[in-house]
């Protein structure tokens, strides 16, 4: 009786933080129009043009292309899917990509949706094109996630500017993607035109929640499964994992959610947002730190976490050059701030 309540416990930890949809469609292999039936947790992008997508479909590799209304327009394999893309957007007539582009990337077990408050408000309030990235975050790791991301990023042709906004787990996959230069035989290089990046919610420390939910559920193949391999690196695998992450090498800012000493949650140590804490954010060289009195996933609803976001992308701090708040890197002394020209 106590092991199913603490399994049950565990269960309830895992899905209340991450919230996975479980549901998922696998789509036919012909070229039509459907309803593409949303985001779902088998696709990953591979291509995003505006609103315009190729999605590749974890469980069967095949590719469909959705189009700004989220109905399917072609599928096949990425080739077939780039050609019927290539004929549409000739025909009718679709704008090309041009200046600053802001890449969103959503936490683990959510969707691109949960994006849209924050990326709208980039889109209307900063004048950037807004590239909303969406990946199936419970079947892959991050290692794959990488290198989707890699493929939208090429993709991107036009834009002067690229800059990421991350939620959660999305900021893992973007220091996976960067940290792929360091590797033997690198599959990509980091593009050139990246300029900033706002961390929003990252467990750049690793995660101890889901350590905490491995352990109780003394790391049943079940929710091993819900959860997927990303969620299992950080549980299981996070010394491995946070060999391969890079430390950005270009501007970025980190926002974590808090709420006083103790936090939300009594299975982690110290202030938390209910799923990642406050140290776990943290990441050495940042060019600016602020907590918020937010949830987890509320942060990307927050009016003050837009504004902060928009601020750094514009000027490189949340507030005013002469407050931020950097997080040093050790052996490196503190930047001047008072008196501290710009």
């Known amino acids: 009786?106590?092991?199913?309540r603490r399994s049950a416990l565990a269960l309830v930890l895992v899905l209340t933080a991450f919230c996975p949809s479980l549901s998922a469609q696998t789509g036919s292999?012909?070229?039509?129009?459907?309803?593409?039936?949303?985001s779902e947790q088998i696709w990953s992008d591979q291509f995003v043009y505006g609103k315009w997508r190729i999605q590749r479909n974890e469980l069967t590799g095949h590719c469909r292309l959705v189009d700004p209304n989220n109905v399917r327009r072609a599928s096949g394999d990425g080739e077939q899917c780039r050609a019927a893309f290539a004929t549409i957007k000739r025909?009718?007539?679709?704008p090309p990509l041009a200046g600053k582009a802001v890449v969103t990337l959503h936490g683990l077990g959510r969707t691109r949706d949960h994006m849209t408050a924050l990326g709208q408000h980039l889109e209307s309030a900063g004048d950037y094109t807004w590239i909303n990235v969406s990946y199936a975050s419970t079947r892959c790791s991050l290692d794959e996630h990488a290198a989707s991301l890699a493929s939208v990023v090429e993709g991107l042709n036009g834009c002067d500017e690229i800059h990421f906004v991350c939620h959660s787990l999305g900021n893992l996959v973007v220091r996976r993607y960067l940290?792929?230069?360091n590797q033997p035989e690198p599959r990509w290089k980091p593009d050139p035109r990246i300029g900033r990046m706002v961390m929003i919610g990252p467990p750049n420390n690793g995660a101890q929640l889901a350590r905490v939910a491995a352990n109780l559920l003394n790391d049943?193949?079940?929710v091993r499964m819900i959860i997927g391999p990303s969620a299992w690196q950080l549980?299981?695998?996070w010394d491995d994992a946070q060999k391969s992450l890079a430390t950005p090498d270009f501007e970025f800012g980190v926002i974590a959610g808090g709420f006083g000493d103790c936090g939300l949650n009594p299975f982690l140590n110290g202030d938390d947002d209910l799923v990642v804490t406050v140290a776990e954010t943290r990441l050495p060289c940042a060019a600016d730190f602020r907590v918020v009195q937010c949830r987890h996933g509320g942060m990307l609803h927050d009016r003050l976490v837009h504004e902060y976001v928009l601020r750094f992308l514009q000027h490189g701090y949340f507030t005013a050059y002469s407050e931020r708040q950097p997080i040093v890197a050790p052996d490196v002394a503190a930047p001047m701030v008072a008196g501290e020209s710009q």
């Open 1 to 4: 009786m106590v092991d199913m």
């Open 29 to 38: 292999l012909v070229q039509t129009t459907l309803n593409s039936l949303g």
């Open 91 to 94: 025909t009718e007539r679709v």
């Open 179 to 181: 940290g792929e230069a």
């Open 220 to 222: 049943n193949q079940y």
């Open 235 to 237: 549980a299981r695998q």
